[in-house]
């Protein structure tokens, strides 16, 4: 599928993606700079070394993505903000008004909880036998950074009719309402940051503003690419057995994998529709969004993640993977 991003879309609107430094914060960050936004980018793990993160020694940084949006035609700027501080967070959102006047696109996808979510040994386990300070954490990390940082922009946001907020999470309103989500915090943390995106609709809409939801689907983050010990350029070998045999390092279904790119793109398509608020209190998936406006991840397919889960009942089930791309 032929799809190329429209680099003068979004040229002269401000973007603040909250929680840029990797992941989903920078696909997203790096599409809006595609389409020739000015993105600050935020987040902890920064050149600077000043603020301490839940994923310390990491490589990424927020002056990482900053670069990176410019490089692709956009303007990228880089503030280290610990979103948990109230005060920084307000000093942010003077600086924007100081700066540029004005801002367009709110995208909260502060996340850092994949440490304290643990990995599968430590799912389902019921809720008096967790460690309560890291669920607690958790929950500070998914849901009052959000609150914080709209507490402190949105003011900015509503002086002009038209913004958007987007609510980064995991698995749809309807997908979470009937599935239980690794353990009580982190499904917490879920269907919180989903009732986020409608509440503030609600507050917005007399605004001309919107708010979503938006959930990408497997994304092969960073964190993602190592744990399957394969790189972004390998990573379909990863679904192929060793060349002594082994199994293959991902599971089957990381066939229906996307980059962060295609959730950022997703947010840009939200962006520039003249007719969003028709969205608006909605909680949506990328790759339904994706079949609605066309556009595509890098490698021009249109991974469908969650169509998968939903219409695939049993897992064991082979399934035509090209039905989903």
Known sequence: MSWTPDTEALRGRVAVVAGATRGAGRGIAAALGEAGATVVCTGR???????RSDYGGRPETVEDTAELVTELGGTGVAAPVDHLDSAQVAALAERIRREYGRLDILVNDIWGGETLTGGPDNWNTPLWELDLDPGLRLLRLAVDTHLITSHHLLPLLVERPGGLVVEMTDGT???????????????????SVNRLAFSQGHELAAHGGTAVALTPGWLRSE??????????????DSLRPGPGGEPPSAPADFALSETPRYV????????TDP?????????????????????TDVD????DSWRYIEEVQEPELEADYADFR
């Open 45 to 51: 793990s920064s050149r600077a070394g000043t603020l």
């Open 173 to 191: 309103t309807a997908h979470n309402a009937e599935r239980y989500r690794l353990s009580v915090f982190y499904d917490l943390a879920k269907a």
């Open 223 to 236: 964190m993602m690419l190592e744990h399957f010990r394969t790189t972004e350029e390998t990573w379909r």
């Open 264 to 271: 950022g793109r997703a947010v840009v398509a939200l962006a």
């Open 275 to 295: 007719e969003r608020t028709r969205w608006n209190q909605r909680s949506l998936d990328v790759g339904s969004l994706a079949k609605e406006y066309g556009f």
């Open 300 to 303: 021009g397919s249109q991974p």
